[in-house]
Nanobody, 115 residues
Framework: QVQLVESGGGLVQPGGSLRLSCAAS????????MGWYRQAPGKQRELVAA???????NYTDSVKGRFTISRDNAKNTVYLQMNSLKPEDTAVYYC?????????WGQGTQVTVSS
């Protein structure tokens, strides 16, 4: 079965950095579009960054210039490099794999930005 396993979350001070990883298995990784979503308490889940199977990227406005999404098809892994973190980036971050109407989700990893 398909599994998406996130790692790399944790507690970081404002201005710090984290790199999230999402290791995928059970799917043909290189044909899927991959994304990172986040959900803060009391808020809806939102798309943070996405990368297509061809490598095109897009970001929500609030993270442009601070976050970078990338993928390594040889390792079936997608990454989210997060720099200059702010308290408002605190959320559970979820990995998503999508192809047409098919969607798979990871279990999420907590990112907390606090002094």
């Amino acid at each position: 079965q398909v599994q998406l396993v996130e790692s790399g979350g944790g507690l970081v001070q404002p201005g710090g950095s984290l790199r999230l990883s999402c290791a995928a298995s059970g799917l043909i990784f290189n044909i899927y579009n991959m994304g990172w979503y986040r959900q803060a308490p009391g808020k809806q889940r939102e798309l943070v960054a996405a990368i297509t199977s061809g490598g095109s990227t897009n970001y929500t406005d609030s993270v442009k210039g601070r976050f970078t999404i990338s993928r390594d098809n040889a390792k079936n892994t997608v990454y989210l490099q997060m720099n200059s973190l702010k308290p408002e980036d605190t959320a559970v971050y979820y990995c998503n794999a999508s192809l047409l109407r098919v969607n798979f989700w990871g279990q999420g990893t907590q990112v907390t930005v606090s002094s």
